[in-house]
């Protein structure tokens, strides 16, 4: 498996080199590599023949292992469980949230609208804009239709 290509990240586990140093070296051209999609790959023996010139009592004579510890797999696992459960209690306090802020909306539109209803519902300024059969159409602060004002000394009969 020597023409196998290898990430530089898994070049750098086998090597002397970072893996920051060895993409360096493949964007030079000092290290024959080749670039899928925007990383660099290289194969055992392109690295064998770079540290032959460079570091001699450095070549890659064994098969490289990549595989991670156990130990290793049990702490992303870890990891991976206290992050699920950190962002599972987020969005549980995000639906509580939502649900006391629903609520609070709708008590409020339900108070506004049982004012309403009751004619308690006082604005701080009312206006009143004559419309064609000499009724008043009137709004309140905002804009907000309150409703039609008959003109009851209006003629009927014009």
Known sequence: MKNELLSMSQAS???????GYLSLLARRGELKAEKVGRNW??????LNDYLKEKKPN????EKPVYEKKPED????IAEMVKIKWFMGMFLLALIFAGFF???YILTRVD???????NNEFI?????????????YDVYGKGSLKIGK?????????P
């Open 101 to 103: 802020v629903f609520r």
């Open 58 to 61: 450095d070549v890659i004579t």
């Open 149 to 157: 004002e008959k003109n009851l000394g209006a003629n009927p009969n």
């Open 123 to 135: 604005t701080d300024e009312i206006i009143k804009i004559p419309d064609d059969e000499g009724n």
């Open 13 to 19: 586990k086998i090597c002397p080199y970072e893996q």
């Open 41 to 46: 790959f290289t194969t055992v023996e392109w």
């Open 73 to 76: 797999a049990r702490k992303t």
């Open 111 to 117: 108070s506004l609208e049982e004012k309403s209803k």
